[in-house]
């Protein structure tokens, strides 16, 4: 007897329907921009042992590298907040 799949299809029977998770905070915004949609890459040189530091650092975090050097450039940024002001006055907007 040939199988049928055309009615059910069996590896439905394998996957466990999606369960609803509870809304999370929205992610951290820098205060001074806008919601950004889009990337921007940037290649980066460091020292082998700075390397090493952010993997670890990230490991214990949960997250990734890109994710904690974006984290810290984005503190930096808020920080710098008169700097970035400054240009902004002297060349104006972006």
């Not at 890109?66 to 008169?82: F, P, T």
Request: hydrophobic share 40%; no cysteine.
């Amino acid at each position: 007897m040939k199988k049928d799949f055309k009615a059910t299809n069996p590896a439905l029977e394998f996957i466990t329907p999606q369960e609803t998770q509870a809304p999370q905070d929205p992610p951290r915004q820098a205060a001074y921009t806008a919601v950004e949609t889009k990337s921007t890459r940037l290649n980066l040189v460091i020292k082998p042992s700075t390397a090493a530091a952010m993997r670890k650092i990230a490991t214990m975090k949960q997250t990734s590298v890109n994710g904690l050097i974006s984290l810290v450039l984005d503190d930096y940024a808020k920080q710098e907040a008169a700097a970035i002001e400054q240009y902004n006055g002297i060349f104006g907007g972006d």
